[in-house]
């Protein structure tokens, strides 16, 4: 279901994009390459200078590499457009004490005690913290086994995504549905009508 109109008038005033890219690599290893920009619907006067409407005021990207385990053997950061040119991106070389963390054990957790505050740039700390779901979902069918129940799969190891949200709880109708052979009961645990 889409979000719904907004019943009063509205006017675009900032546009924040996040991306996420996932590229398997010939070595055996993924890179994750995710960006952030931000644009203003106007011209915006900044400490640093005029910055003139459609400019990028953040175009910040992280490239992290993994290997199949999820640890980030690699790091980059790179910053093209930043509110304080010749500050901001400084910072980058930083991010390579993001190598040795290992995206699903305490991941963000080491991001914030290598990279808070005044040790890292917001953006690309806040680009850092949302790779594992990133990860998760590129190895997903190609890492990750996800069958479900149309799988003939004898493997006796749960697929990965049960229990990990609301919707693929073990006790819950959308397990019972895809995923029977994990079900546990439960009240509500019926199939939808």
Not at 70 to 92: H, K, M, Q, R
Not at 96 to 124: A, D, P
Not at 138 to 148: K, L, M, N, P, S
Request: glycine content about 6%; charged content about 20%.
């Amino acid at each position: 279901m889409p979000i719904s109109q907004s019943t009063t008038n509205r006017t675009l005033k900032h546009t924040r994009a996040i991306t996420i890219e996932a590229f398997a690599r010939d070595d055996g290893l993924w890179d994750l390459d995710a960006r952030i920009t931000d644009h203003k619907q106007r011209d915006i006067q900044l400490a640093s200078g005029l910055r003139p409407q459609g400019a990028a005021l953040h175009d910040l990207t992280l490239r992290v590499t993994v290997d199949l385990q999820l640890n980030v053997v690699d790091a980059f950061a790179c910053s093209d457009a930043v509110p304080y040119p010749g500050y901001c991106e400084s910072i980058g070389p930083d991010y390579q004490k993001l190598i040795g963390l290992n995206l699903m054990r305490q991941f963000r957790q080491g991001v914030k005690e290598r990279l808070s505050g005044t040790n890292g740039c917001t953006h690309l700390t806040e680009l850092a913290q949302i790779l594992p779901t990133a990860a998760i979902q590129a190895f997903a069918g190609d890492v990750i086994d996800t069958r479900d129940a149309a799988s003939n799969s004898t493997d006796s190891n749960q697929p990965f995504q049960l229990d990990r949200c609301h919707a693929l709880r073990l006790d819950g109708p959308a397990v019972v549905q895809y995923y029977p052979r994990w079900a546990k009961s439960s009240p509500d645990a019926k199939s939808p009508s």
